[in-house]
C-alpha cells in the first residue's frame, strides 16, 4: 500500500504564491518503483485538470498544463522523498483543491492530460484560496 499526502494550501491574494508537498510513503515494495508524479486540481462545480507531472526517474521531464505554464514548477527533493509544486503568480481562477497523484508506470507521465484516475494512488487533497 502507498499512502500520498499533499500539504502546504492555504489562502493568498492574486499575484501571491504558494509551495504545495506531496508525500508518498508506504512499507509494500512498490512504493519504492514510483516513477510518475501528478498534481491536479477540482474546483467546485467544475472537472478535475491536470496541473503538471514528473517523471521521478532519468531525466526527470515534465509537463505542464496551458494554464499554469511559465507560473508553476513541479520538482522533486534532493533526498527524492517528496514532489513540490511551486505556484507564483497566482490568480482566483488557481483556486481549487489540489491533489497528488502517484503511479509506478512512467508512460503516465507523458501527457499531464492523462485523466488522474489512472493513477493508482491519490491523496486527500490541500485547498488553495485565491482571492482578488
Known amino acids: 500500500q502507498v499512502h500520498v499526502t499533499e500539504s502546504g494550501g492555504g489562502s493568498v491574494q492574486a499575484g501571491g504564491s504558494l509551495r504545495l508537498s506531496c508525500a508518498a510513503t508506504?512499507?509494500?515494495?512498490?512504493?519504492?518503483?514510483?516513477?510518475?508524479t501528478m498534481w491536479f486540481r477540482q474546483a467546485p462545480g467544475r472537472g478535475r485538470e491536470g496541473v503538471a507531472v514528473?517523471?521521478?526517474?532519468?531525466?526527470?521531464?515534465?509537463s505542464y498544463a496551458d494554464s499554469v505554464k511559465g507560473r508553476f514548477t513541479i520538482s522533486q527533493d534532493n533526498d527524492k522523498n517528496s514532489v513540490n509544486l511551486q505556484m507564483n503568480n497566482l490568480k482566483p481562477e488557481d483556486s481549487a483543491m489540489y491533489y497528488c497523484?502517484?503511479?509506478?508506470?512512467?508512460?503516465?507521465?507523458?501527457?499531464?492530460?492523462?485523466?488522474?484516475?489512472?493513477?493508482?494512488?491519490r491523496g486527500q487533497g490541500t485547498q488553495v484560496t485565491v482571492s482578488s
Open positions: 497523484a502517484v503511479d509506478t508506470r512512467p508512460w503516465l507521465c507523458m501527457d499531464v492530460a492523462v485523466d488522474p484516475s489512472e493513477y493508482n494512488y
Open positions: 508506504g512499507t509494500d515494495i512498490v512504493a519504492r518503483y514510483i516513477r510518475c
Open positions: 514528473i517523471y521521478t526517474e532519468g531525466d526527470g521531464s515534465t
